[in-house]
């Protein structure tokens, strides 16, 4: 079983920055795709950015306006969110997500989430 974790969301300053990160574990053979979504209660889930395995690509949400960059480390299979200029409008659970193949076959894994708050 692939166990998705994330962490770095916190309470932080409207202008500042941060960086999360979500780590997988288990028997993974490859992860072709990674995604950050994020979540408020009540409302569907929206896509922030995406970056599949091999040629690197990455996908942006257009409400994102150039502040945000996904990164991956594919020795320790984790990926992270750099999210510049914050705003009080990204307050949101942030959750990722894995798809790939494990010993279990395919897989497509969602973490807990990791709650930011900005403040004005």
């Known amino acids: 079983q692939v166990r998705l974790v994330e962490s770095g969301g916190g309470l932080v300053q409207a202008g500042g920055s941060l960086r999360l990160s979500c780590a997988a574990s288990g028997i993974i053979f490859s992860i072709n795709k990674w995604g950050w979504y994020r979540q408020a209660p009540g409302k569907q889930r929206d896509l922030v950015a995406s970056i599949t395995n091999g040629d690197d690509r990455s996908n942006y949400a257009d409400f994102v306006n150039g502040r945000v960059t996904i990164t991956k480390d594919d020795e320790t299979s984790t990926v992270f969110l750099h999210i510049n200029n914050l705003k009080p409008e990204d307050t949101d659970v942030y959750l990722c997500?894995?798809?790939?193949?494990?010993?279990?076959?395919?897989?497509?894994?969602w973490g807990q989430g990791t709650q930011v708050t900005v403040t004005s």
């Open positions: 997500v894995a798809k790939g193949y494990s010993e279990t076959g395919n897989f497509a894994s």
